[in-house]
């Protein structure tokens, strides 16, 4: 007999639908698996074989031949084992052919005939409700993941046993549903850090501000200790919470890397990754035997930072080029490609030169103008032009680590829900004015939005002028000039560029001045 399940697999972060096709034939006892499985499909034969022996029920002796449609398309996973056994068991006659084509079923199978979690199921139930099923038969552990989908019916399962009883009017699986308002991680997660620590340093707080509110690309340099690190890992608590569409793609690279928190299955808090200088080009962009997101893919519409920047191989971070302007990174390998999304900030901090003290007033640097050449020249000068602000962080004054004001016991510094009041706000404007566009902030605008959204008067055109003839601005850092200043004025609230908001903004190009 033959008997057909439909399954799902990935290509990138999206789903195909995989048809399991079953067929039972006289012959000698054979499991043969058709269709481009790979390694961990193919050894699913004795899985679904001893767990359906364990469920109670009685595996066929005859000649058994599944084929995974369409052939031609590598399928990976062990989310195949369930789909399989079902498909066997339809072709014995034990669950009725009919009720099972409106279902997308996945699982991995346990040799007791339990069903264990499976990767990416987010993307499955996607799949499925794009292509107009009726519903998805996935793990009991995914029911919070796939549930984040509405408009499908999602059936969590445990066992096949529960599976065959439900098929035959045995027994009845709850439909799984979920309050995502309640379930979400939203803005009130304690990060245990804010931005009223940093003493000092109100140039670079300024820097950071104006980045969260456009998005824009940030690099700071200066000796050690001035607080570059620190900075940067207090971002995460100025920048707004992600919408829920930006939250669901998130969720999707992570559901696929198995880093879903089975506590908190939708979180709105942005991504923030820092890989150490050791990673390989692989593993920033993604790659691999098996291509898998990186980590500019597990910070997308979040913030990628990387510390000790001239550490990082040069063809490594050469690698970042494309996918900064692209905004998704495309891996191909023989017979398959695949495309991940890559929409992040990137905060990057260095030294001024191998021993970090060329900057400091004291006069310690003990480094020669090669070695501080060779030090700066793994950072390439295309790579610094895609980095909307380039700012130098000094070290610290001793009056500016002062913890609070004679007398009142209240901190100086401002804290960081003041701060993300006004980034919200920038970020609100920016929302309204590309309402119609394919971009979401002023970081992400190219030629043709500055000349909609960036009119300059003619003031402003002299300052540009001046900055190309006198500064060597070149067109693309006159570009980033502009989509700073622009932000500038959203933080102000000002419909128009004014000259001190470009003459601000020029000053957040320090490596090319």
């Known amino acids: ?183 979400a991680n939203i803005s009130s997660r304690t990060y245990g850090m804010d931005f009223s620590e940093v003493k000092g340093q109100q140039h670079a707080k300024r820097a950071m501000e104006i980045a969260a509110a456009g998005f824009h690309n940030l690099i700071m340099s200066g000796p050690p200790g001035s607080g570059k690190s620190m900075l940067a890992k207090r971002l995460a608590t100025i920048v707004p919470e992600l919408t829920f569409d930006e939250a669901i793609d998130v969720t999707r690279i992570y559901s696929i890397m198995g880093l879903i928190d089975n506590e908190i299955s939708l979180s709105l808090t942005r991504p923030f990754r820092s890989p150490h200088h050791t990673i390989s080009d692989a593993g920033l962009v993604g790659g691999g035997a098996r291509p898998r997101p990186g980590e500019i893919s597990l910070a997308h519409n979040g913030v990628l930072f990387l510390d000790e920047l001239p550490e990082f191989k040069k063809h490594v971070l050469e690698v970042l080029r494309q996918p900064m302007e692209d905004g998704k990174v495309s891996i191909s390998r023989a017979g398959m490609k695949a495309t991940y999304p890559s929409q992040f900030m990137l905060v990057a901090a260095m030294n001024p030169c191998p021993c970090g003290y060329l900057s400091d007033p004291t006069g310690k640097c003990t480094c020669t103008h090669p070695q501080i050449q060779r030090y700066r020249s793994k950072i390439s000068g295309p790579l610094l032009d895609r980095i909307d602000i380039q700012i130098e962080v000094p070290k610290v004054k001793y009056r500016d680590l002062s913890d609070t004001l004679k007398g009142t016991g209240k901190t100086r510094e401002e804290t960081s829900s003041q701060i993300r009041k006004r980034v919200k706000f920038a970020r609100e404007l920016q929302k309204q004015r590309f309402i119609k566009s394919s971009i979401s902030n002023n970081a992400k605008m190219h030629s043709r939005h500055l000349k909609s959204f960036c009119s300059l008067d003619e003031s402003c055109e002299k300052i540009i002028e001046q900055a190309v003839n006198v500064l060597g601005f070149s067109a693309r850092a006159c570009h980033c000039v502009i989509r700073v200043a622009r932000t500038i004025a959203d933080l102000e609230n000002s419909l128009e560029i004014q000259r001190h908001h470009l003459a601000e903004a020029i000053q957040y190009r320090s490596f090319d001045r």
Do not use: W
């Open 1 to 183: 007999m033959l008997a057909r399940v439909d399954s799902c697999s990935l290509t990138g972060i999206d789903g195909f639908i995989v048809e399991v096709e079953v067929d039972i034939a006289y012959g000698l006892p054979v499991f043969n698996i058709v269709g481009l499985p790979e390694i961990s499909i193919r050894e699913s034969k004795e899985r679904v074989k001893t767990a359906i022996k364990n469920s109670g029920y009685t595996f066929p002796m005859e000649r058994l031949v599944v084929n995974l449609a369409p052939a031609d398309i590598k399928k990976e996973g062990t989310g195949l084992d369930l789909p399989i056994a079902i498909g066997i068991l339809i072709a014995s006659e034990v669950i009725p052919p009919d009720k099972i084509k409106n279902y997308i079923v996945s699982g991995e199978l346990s040799l007791d005939g339990k069903i264990k979690p499976v990767k990416a199921v987010l993307s499955y139930a996607l799949t499925a409700k794009q292509m107009g099923y009726k519903g998805i038969i996935i793990p009991f552990a995914n029911a919070d993941e796939a549930a984040m989908v509405e408009g499908i019916d999602v059936l969590p399962v445990k066992s096949i046993a529960q599976i065959v009883d439900f098929f035959n009017g045995f027994t009845n699986i709850e439909i799984h549903r979920m309050d995502l308002t309640k379930s």
